[in-house]
């Protein structure tokens, strides 16, 4: 009997391979393999099965989902899902699954390794790779499984075929290595480990000058794609070389040893040992090129990441915040990429979903301990011993946390790291007020230079200059909003025979403003959604900002007083305030300068629609209009 995880999955029994083909039963039977001998919860197995939204009746259906696996399954097989409160164990012994065997070479890799024999080592690590088949879970129809348990599953992989690669080096097979690790550069260029043991094969190798070569292109795809340059250990390997350059290493048989030269290089790629016990996480996304208009907060949060202190027992932790689509994550991932020389130890980033998919440290937690070298198995099933240990993983450490997207402050508080050097960056459009110590950076919309480099850098500089009023006139109904600025780019990049001025005229004459605001996947109005859902509803004595709001829209109002909302819903001023003043914190209208409250062009098109929604719901529902 053996259970493939590490590609698609199946059974094999005996000489018949047994395919699980309900989509959702494969679900279950995932959970159980990636838990193998640990009790799973049933609360656990339906956040997989639906996403973190199930049913009412999810426990009742993962029953039945067991069920019908287990008659899957056979008798004999069947037999090893054991009902455990509070949920189910999969009982496997450690041949029986590939990602078990996998496992076992891995740990019988690291007691070689640490015992000299790096010969063994390499091979048990050539048969632990030989297991996988293709990508894992693909098959899977979880993204919450794939998320959590697919990323650390490739995260695995790769650390193991860089595991190998040390042990290559160490054995001088430097010119065996090189053919994989190009074809793997070439597939994760950005992954500055493998570029780093590429160039040092190549060096070996007598190639030097290919070497150089290829610390160049990755230095300029880093700079371009994530505005940051190499690391530190990339640019200590470069250094090494360039000393030795003009001495290349002749080729000899493997057994010589490394000329003198050299010795400085073969110092740099880290043990298997202690690769194994420390991996570094480097999971910082891409970002595009930076705006000169952020410029300013930019640096101000750079600063802050790289020089900032705090008190004995706290983490220095800074929270951008703006309303969606204001560029927070941009801006947060260009600091991040610019401090990662830094962060010694490694850059976690996680993207929290916002409100509207808030993602738990339930979730969350596990991946992160996986990503800090936690073997799956001894991963604690309650999260009080989970925030515990990845507390004092991270203690002493120099980590970046990047917490993108956060909806409150109960998602970021589990996912603080321990104190002793690590930073702690979070985006979200709550203020976050309560979240103790934090550096608040507020980024409001871009002026109209900023707003016009953003639109010249997507259609050209030349066609914005050609058409300088009918830009501005676009960009004023974007309201200096980047990503309204980036999708009426986008379609005006799309349609080249559109002059500006015609796009101008759609945006100014469409009856629904943010119909024309939306490009592929893009779109203003899930971003207003996302805010109107988080709103606070108020006590029962109080007025609902969300009824408020739609009186705004009903009105056409540009700017209100809280005395005038007042007049309109017929409640008492201090009522009306409380209910903008919550409009405020949503981001559904601007702080009040001279005690009124302002709506731009997009909150006022969103406004219009949330009223005339109410309006076809309720016929004719009397709201005064704002004088």
């Not at 494969?26 to 099965?49: C, E, F, K």
């Not at 409100?355 to 990503?371: C, E, I, M, N």
């Not at 309560?434 to 109209?448: F, H, I, M, N, Y």
């Not at 406004?607 to 016929?619: C, D, S």
Request: include cysteine; charge should be neutral.
């Amino acid at each position: 009997m053996n259970f493939l995880l590490l590609g698609p999955l199946s059974v094999r029994l005996n000489a018949r391979e047994v395919h699980v083909s309900a989509p959702r039963q494969r679900v279950v039977m995932a959970a159980l393999l990636l838990n193998a001998n640990r009790v799973i919860s049933v609360d656990r197995i339906a956040g997989y099965v639906w996403d973190d939204a199930p049913p009412p009746s999810a426990a009742a259906t993962v029953r039945t989902y067991v069920m019908r696996l287990r008659q899957s399954l056979g008798k004999h097989a069947s037999g090893r899902i054991l009902t455990r409160a509070p949920g189910y164990l999969l009982e496997l012994d450690e041949q029986e699954s590939d990602l078990g065997q996998f496992t076992a070479h891995r740990r019988r890799a690291a007691e070689l390794a640490e015992r000299g024999d790096l010969e063994g080592s390499s091979a048990e690590l050539t048969e632990a790779l030989a297991l996988w088949r293709e990508e894992p879970l693909v098959d899977i129809p979880s993204r919450t499984l794939r998320d959590v348990e697919g990323r650390y599953l490739q995260e695995l992989r790769l650390q193991t075929m860089e595991l190998r690669f040390d042990a290559e080096l160490a054995l001088l097979r430097h010119s065996e290595v090189v053919p994989e690790l190009v074809r793997l550069v070439r597939k994760h260029p950005l992954r500055e480990a493998l570029v780093g043991k590429l160039m040092l094969a190549l060096f070996r190798s007598g190639r030097q000058s290919e070497a150089l070569d290829l610390y160049r292109r990755t230095r300029v795809l880093l700079v371009e794609q994530l505005g940051a340059e190499p690391g530190a250990e990339l640019r200590e390997v470069h250094r090494n070389i360039l000393s030795a350059h003009d001495r290349p290493r002749a080729p000899g048989p493997p057994e010589q040893p490394p000329a003198a030269p050299e010795a400085a290089v073969t110092t740099m790629p880290v043990t298997v040992r202690e690769r194994s016990c420390w991996p570094s996480p480097a999971q910082l996304p891409s970002v595009p090129l930076p705006l000169s208009a952020r410029s300013a907060a930019l640096a101000r949060l750079q600063h802050f990441l790289a020089d900032g202190t705090m008190p004995a027992g706290m983490v220095a932790t800074a929270v951008v915040t703006g309303r969606g689509g204001v560029g927070k994550s941009a801006l947060a991932l260009h600091a991040a990429h610019a401090v990662r020389a830094s962060s010694v130890h490694g850059q976690l980033y996680a993207d929290l979903g916002g409100a509207a998919r808030p993602l738990t440290a339930r979730a969350v937690l596990p991946r992160f301990l996986a990503d800090l070298g936690v073997p799956r198995d001894e991963i604690p099933e309650e999260e009080p011993e989970r925030e515990s240990l990845y507390r004092s993983l991270t203690a002493g450490r120099r980590l970046l946390v990047v917490l993108d997207n956060a909806s409150s402050t109960a998602q970021v508080r589990p996912l603080i790291p321990g104190s002793g050097g690590s930073r702690l960056l979070v985006t979200s459009r709550r203020r976050l007020a309560d979240l103790d110590g934090a550096r608040t950076l507020l980024l409001g919309p871009l002026d109209e230079a900023g707003s016009l480099e953003l639109l010249g850098s997507i259609v050209g500089p030349a066609r914005v200059g050609a058409e300088p009023r009918a830009a501005r006139s676009v960009l004023t109904v974007c309201a200096g909003l980047p990503l309204a600025i980036r999708i009426s780019g986008t379609r005006l990049l799309e349609r080249p025979h559109w002059s500006i001025g015609h796009f101008a005229r759609r945006l100014t004459e469409a009856p629904r403003l943010l119909d024309e605001l939306c490009a592929g996947d893009l779109g203003v109005r899930p971003c207003l959604d996302a805010d109107h859902a988080g709103l606070r509803r108020t006590a029962p004595t109080g007025v609902d900002p969300a009824e408020v709001f739609t009186a705004l829209g009903a009105a056409g109002a540009c700017s209100v007083s809280s005395s005038r909302v007042a007049v309109m819903l017929g409640c008492s001023e201090a009522q009306a305030e409380e209910a903008l003043e919550s409009l405020v914190e949503a981001n559904l209208l601007d702080a009040p300068v001279g005690g009124r409250y302002r709506l731009d062009e997009l909150l006022r098109a969103y406004a219009r629609e949330r009223a005339q929604e109410v309006a076809v719901r309720q016929h004719d529902h009397p709201y005064m209009r704002a004088g």
